[in-house]
């Protein structure tokens, strides 16, 4: 129940895929949840991304409260959108429904560290995500290393490109370039296609992106019926997420001491790829910490919320 002149904070977790937002008190005891689309400014354009972040938080907001703080995590932030925060907010102000927020501190950061901060409270450590794309971010006092992110292209062990390898095995496959293959069975169920041309007029004729990220759960499925085309690929997406990890690691000197891994996203559901990561990384740095969060990490973006307000 929510009393009369009772402080509050929201948190946002944006993404390629889906945007969270929630309500919380100062005891990060949350009161409202929400969810809608992409809110990432690369892929749709920085009014769209928008227009479904205020969409968002208006959900949680619900009538006028007391907001004292609101952290957005977003993406891309820290590659291109870095210098243009004060557009960000130009457009969020256009909102005039959530304008309680503005009454408060509003503080546009990265997704890369509410996540980070969803399986910790220290500030040191490394955060590895891979969702539908991946990046790996450092800290460590006051440097900061920033591995991948540079957009889904150039992604590799994010779902996209799990799903683009799942992709082009199938072509070799129907081809006989390459082995047979249960991954090819599995997409043309999941598409429900009968031939080729059905599968090349369901892969380009929406978004490319979203159809080639959704087919790496294939992939993985593939994988558990002992397929070993499917096995080949997430081990070495495994081992390209691993090599992020690792180059962030040894940028900030953080091999022979402990220090927080924070692994987030879909990817790491897994169990190969997600035990291909920790050997590799165990090799180069053994103290890791690999931690998992239990919390969605827009939970971060909630901590990092309240930590605006504390440190006034």
């Not at 085309?229 to 997420?241: D, S």
Request: net charge positive.
């Amino acid at each position: 129940m929510m009393r009369k002149n009772q402080k509050y904070v929201i948190g946002v977790d944006g993404g390629g895929t889906k945007t969270v937002a929630v309500l919380a008190n100062l005891e990060s005891k949350i009161l409202a949840k929400a969810k809608t689309g992409s809110s990432h400014p690369r892929n749709l354009g920085l009014k769209k991304a928008m227009d479904n972040v205020a969409s968002v938080v208006k959900k949680v907001l619900g009538k006028r409260r007391r907001i004292l703080a609101t952290f957005l995590g977003l993406p891309t932030i820290e590659e291109e959108f870095k210098f243009k925060k004060d557009v960000i907010k130009k457009e969020l102000l256009k909102h005039k429904k959530i304008s309680p927020i503005f009454k408060g501190k509003v503080i546009i950061g990265s997704d890369q560290l509410a996540g980070f901060r969803s399986g910790t409270n220290e500030k040191d450590g490394v955060v590895l995500i891979a969702g539908s794309g991946c990046v790996c971010h450092g800290w460590r006092g006051k440097k900061e290393s920033k591995v991948c992110g540079w957009g889904y292209l150039s992604e590799l062990g994010s779902a996209f490109w799990i799903g683009q390898r799942g992709v082009q095995v199938i072509w070799k496959d129907l081809d006989g370039r390459g082995p047979k293959t249960l991954i090819t069975r599995l997409i043309f169920q999941k598409l429900k296609v009968k031939n080729k041309e059905n599968l090349i007029e369901k892969i380009y004729s929406k978004n490319p992106f979203e159809i080639i990220s959704s087919l790496s759960i294939l992939v993985a499925e593939a994988e558990k019926k002992r397929d070993k085309v499917a096995k080949n690929i997430l081990i070495e997406a495994g081992r390209e997420l691993a090599l992020s990890a690792n180059t962030a690691i040894k940028k900030l000197n953080f091999q022979k001491i402990r220090f927080p891994l924070i692994l987030i996203g879909s990817t790491f559901k897994s169990k190969i790829l997600l035990e291909t990561v920790k050997k590799e990384v165990k090799k180069f740095a053994p103290k890791a910490e690999f931690i998992r969060p239990k919390t969605e990490p827009v939970i971060g973006a909630v901590k990092l919320a309240i930590e605006q307000i504390k440190n006034k």
